[in-house]
Nanobody, 123 residues
Framework: DVQLVESGGGSVQAGGSLRLSCAASGDAQSSKCMGWFRQAPGKEREGVAAIWPGGDMTYYADSVKGRSTISRDNAKNTLSLQMNSLKPEDTAMYYC?????????????????WGQGTQVTVS
């Protein structure tokens, strides 16, 4: 089993930055593909970014590409998402997920482990 706890959300003005963090614990989380997803009210959950266990492969949704960077520190069991040039459309609850696969990184159904989420509001 894997436990995930997100932090770092908040309210920012458009153009600002936020860094989301996810603390992972449990069973061999360092061997799992991890990702960030978001869901805005009334919208479907969207894959934002994902990273392979070794950190050598990363994936981004077109909506955040060039503005966001996903990273992980396996020694500290943490996953991060640096988001810059934030837009109002980035407003959503952001979730950390683990256990996915690179070829379907965007599919939340492939991730068995989820955090509780952290709210990001951009005005």
């Amino acid at each position: 089993d894997v436990q995930l706890v997100e932090s770092g959300g908040g309210s920012v003005q458009a153009g600002g930055s936020l860094r989301l963090s996810c603390a992972a614990s449990g069973d061999a989380q360092s061997s799992k593909c991890m990702g960030w997803f978001r869901q805005a009210p009334g919208k479907e959950r969207e894959g934002v970014a994902a990273i392979w266990p070794g950190g050598d492969m990363t994936y981004y949704a077109d909506s955040v590409k060039g503005r966001s960077t996903i990273s992980r520190d396996n020694a500290k069991n943490t996953l991060s998402l640096q988001m810059n040039s934030l837009k109002p459309e980035d407003t959503a609850m952001y979730y950390c997920a683990a256990g996915g696969s690179g070829d379907t990184w965007y599919d939340g159904r492939r991730y068995p482990y989820w955090g509780q989420g952290t709210q990001v509001t951009v005005s």
